[in-house]
């Protein structure tokens, strides 16, 4: 099956640091990604939409300017955590749907980010 | 926004017992799939299901779908201690955005 991967897996940081997560999907392209957020004990949130070059869309409630995504490539996304707080510490995941109508959407295995 | 309430939230069974999960979402949608979560681990495919599909099955895995109600069921067959895990259905709405939305999970958790 198709492939999606993140990196780093898992990342610890201060506060007040950027960390970059990557979601990259192996072996399709994909012009649309997602990021989803999931606190312990909780489901997936979705935070936005990636839309290959263009501007991604957020759901209501996440803050574009502390969430920075860039999709600059059928196969790359990636998303920055600006000022990262502790409150910012969750799982990450992305999902890359495959290009064409009926594209399936695969998961990756997430990021632990960790913000001390 | 979250579209799916699962029920239970948790779910406690000795093995070889049956585990059912349901899941009810608030729109419509093109398909709804099911995914199995271990603790802090990535989501595990488990089946799609259309939404012009009533039931499917893989291995001892059932899902059923009613549209008219807004809700689907997971039915695990002859539990296993290997099924402990967190169990999401997710929706992708008819809006044509591709997103989807998770509900809330259920917690299972199989006695050996």
């Known amino acids: 099956g198709a492939v999606v991967s993140q990196h780093p897996s898992w990342v610890i940081c201060k506060s007040g640091t950027s960390v970059k997560i990557e979601c990259r999907s192996l072996?399709?392209?994909?012009?649309?990604m997602f990021w989803y957020r999931q606190f312990p004990k909780q489901s997936l949130m979705l935070m936005a939409t990636?839309?290959?070059?263009?501007?991604?869309?957020?759901e209501q409630g996440v803050e574009k300017d502390k969430f920075l995504i860039n999709h600059a490539s059928l196969t790359l996304s990636t998303l920055t955590v600006t000022s990262a707080h502790p409150e910012d510490s969750s799982f990450y995941i992305c999902?890359?749907?495959?290009?064409?109508?009926?594209?399936?959407?695969?998961f990756g295995p997430g990021t632990r980010l960790t913000v001390l | 926004s979250q579209q799916g309430e699962e029920d239970p939230q948790a779910l406690s069974i000795q093995e070889g017992e049956n585990a059912t999960m349901n899941c009810s979402y608030k729109?419509?949608?093109?398909?709804l799939q099911w995914y199995r979560q271990n603790s802090g681990r990535g989501l595990v495919h488990l089946i799609l299901?259309?939404?012009?599909?009533r039931e499917k099955h893989s291995g001892r895995l059932r899902v059923t779908l009613d549209t008219s109600k807004k809700s689907s069921s997971l039915l695990i067959t002859a539990s296993r201690a290997a099924d402990t895990a967190s169990y999401f259905c997710?929706?992708?709405?008819?809006?044509?955005?591709?997103?989807?939305?998770f509900g809330t999970g259920t917690r299972l958790k199989v006695l050996a």
């Open positions: 999902s890359a749907r495959r290009s064409g109508i009926g594209g399936e959407q695969f």
């Open positions: 072996d399709f392209q994909a012009t649309t």
């Open positions: 990636s839309n290959e070059g263009s501007k991604a869309t957020y």
């Open positions: 729109t419509s949608i093109n398909n």
């Open positions: 299901i259309r939404s012009n599909e």
């Open positions: 997710a929706t992708s709405t008819t809006s044509g955005t591709y997103k989807y939305i």
